[in-house]
Each structure stands twice: as C-alpha cells, then as structure tokens.
C-alpha cells in the first residue's frame, strides 16, 4: 500500500522515458515539446516561483507532469491546462501513482490556454509553467489578461524571449512584449536552464522569467488603444513615432497627441515606457 501522507515522488529521465514509450509519444516540435527530466530542475523552478501553500496555481502545458509533481509538494492546489488529449488523459494516473496523497488537490483542464475563457475553482493566485515555446508570450500575456487574481508566477520560456520579456526601454530587446508584459507587471529574469534538463534536449537556451502583479498604468485609453500604438511603434523599429503612427491616425492626430504626451515626435519606440505609450494613446481620436 502506499503511504498517501508522503509528499509526491518526482519523475526521473527512467519515468519520462516510460511514460513516453506507454503512450507512443514522439515529442512534436509543432507544440513546442521538451519535457523537463531532472527533478532538481524542477523544484528549483518550484523555489523561485515562492509558490506556497495558500496559493492556487495554474500550469499550462504539464506534459508528462514532472513539474505538476513539483508543484503539488507545496501548493494548495494546481490546475494544470494541457492541449494534447493522451498527455491530458493520462496525467491523473500519473498523480495518482506518484502523488496519491496530493490528488485530490489536483485538476487537469483539456484546452488549449491561448482559447481558455475560464479556469475551474477557486480563483489562481500563481501561473508556474514551462511553456511551450513557439507561444509562450501569447499564451502569458492572454492569461495575465483573462485572470487578473494571478498575482505573481514563474515561467520557464526561450532565453531570448526571457531577454525580450524582461527587457528595459532603451535596451537592444525591448519591444512588443516587454511593453506588454509591462502593462500587466513588474517583470524580471529569475536565471537560466541548460539544455540537459529537457528530453528531448531542445536547440536553444532556456531562461526563468519571474513576474509580480501590478496596476496598469493610470489612463483613460483602453487596453486595446495602448497596445495597438505599441504594435505600431514597433512595426518599423528603424522608423520614428511621427512616422509610424501615422497608420492609426492622420499625421497632425499624431503630432498633436505627441506633443500633448509630452513625447519627442523623433523618439522611437524602443526608449519608451509603458506609461508613455498609454498617454500617446489617450491623445489619439479613436473611432
């Protein structure tokens, strides 16, 4: 019989390995999949992110449920949203076998997170995945957006996308989703991954992003407004503010909403900040 007191035993590479084989998984590059095999790997994730009890957390893309296992050693509860229907299915087993004293803590979603409108019970406190990488910023950002009681998370994701992420105005990476990310938090890396921890090993670094929940910023430009002058700014890097916002209003709009802002109409957009792009926003005659 097992011990149901006991904390979750984690999945090593023999685990993965097995599981993988038992339900014919050849990991696709399509989903972005690279399961993590080293436990430290993911209790070090499971350290960074400060995940306690009194939190609920959601995990997208839990695959085999290596860091799910992790999580559930100290969380109070995890909601784990998975698209692939075996890796959904078979993930409550896994938890059961693994886990048998946590599984009743412990809630698998069959859903892609980018189309997620609601997650069952009580409302998360934590996003702590690894994401896959082909859309880690849509699906962080479309999550930040639709659950506004997560109040802090740690996502492991791309390095250079962990660089883009947490990137200040004025560096060479900053752009579309640092302002973004911005908008919704205080954003930070919280460290780097090899590439020996993943089976299969991907071809790129991995690097921790960790995030707190923050007001946006104070305007009476909606969210929608704010980000549409963000994707224009940045939709021509080389080309200044004047120039390209020109193709959400006619050119005096923009110098008047310029000015108004406060915002040298020869700035380009990566030396601003999200409160800029918000007051930009605000002079601009929406329709």
């Known amino acids: 019989m097992s011990d149901t007191s006991a904390g979750p035993r984690l999945l090593g590479p023999a685990d993965v390995r097995a599981l993988a084989a038992e339900l014919d998984l050849r990991p696709t590059k399509q989903r972005g999949q690279n399961f993590v095999i080293d436990a430290n790997t993911v209790r070090r994730i499971v350290r960074e992110s400060g995940v306690t009890a009194?939190?609920?957390?959601?995990?997208?893309?839990?695959?085999?449920?290596?860091?799910?296992?992790?999580?559930?050693?100290?969380a109070g509860r995890v909601v784990a949203i998975e698209v692939d229907p075996a890796l959904a299915g078979r993930l409550p087993e896994t938890i059961a076998t693994y886990a048998p004293g946590q599984a009743d803590r412990f809630e698998v979603v069959l859903a892609d997170a980018m189309r997620i409108e609601a997650v069952p019970g009580p409302p998360p406190t934590a996003l702590v995945a690894n994401l896959p990488y082909n859309v880690s910023v849509p699906v962080l950002l479309h999550l930040l957006m639709l659950l506004p009681s997560l109040e802090r998370g740690l996502v492991m994701v791309q390095a250079e996308v962990a660089d883009r992420l947490a990137a200040p105005p004025g560096s060479k990476v900053y752009g579309v989703p640092s302002v973004k990310a911005a908008w919704f938090?205080?954003?930070?890396?919280?460290?780097?991954?090899?590439?020996?921890?993943?089976?299969?090993?991907?071809n790129v670094d991995s690097g921790l992003v960790a995030w707190t929940r923050r007001e946006p910023p104070e305007t009476t430009a909606t969210r929608e407004q704010v980000f549409a002058v963000v994707?224009?700014?940045?939709?021509?890097?080389?080309?200044?503010?004047?120039?390209?916002?020109?193709?959400?209003?006619?050119?005096?709009?923009?110098?008047?909403?310029?000015?108004?802002?406060?915002?040298?109409?020869?700035?380009?957009?990566?030396?601003?900040?999200?409160?800029?792009?918000?007051?930009?926003?605000e002079g601009l005659p929406w329709r």
Do not use: Q
């Open 54 to 74: 009194a939190d609920v957390v959601v995990e997208v893309g839990p695959g085999l449920g290596s860091l799910t296992l992790a999580l559930l050693e100290v």
């Open 185 to 202: 938090a205080d954003v930070r890396r919280a460290g780097a991954i090899g590439r020996n921890v993943f089976w299969p090993a991907p």
């Open 231 to 281: 994707d224009a700014a940045f939709a021509h890097r080389r080309k200044v503010l004047r120039g390209v916002l020109r193709s959400l209003a006619p050119a005096e709009d923009v110098d008047a909403a310029l000015e108004r802002a406060g915002v040298d109409p020869l700035a380009r957009g990566e030396s601003l900040r999200v409160e800029d792009f918000a007051r930009i926003a």
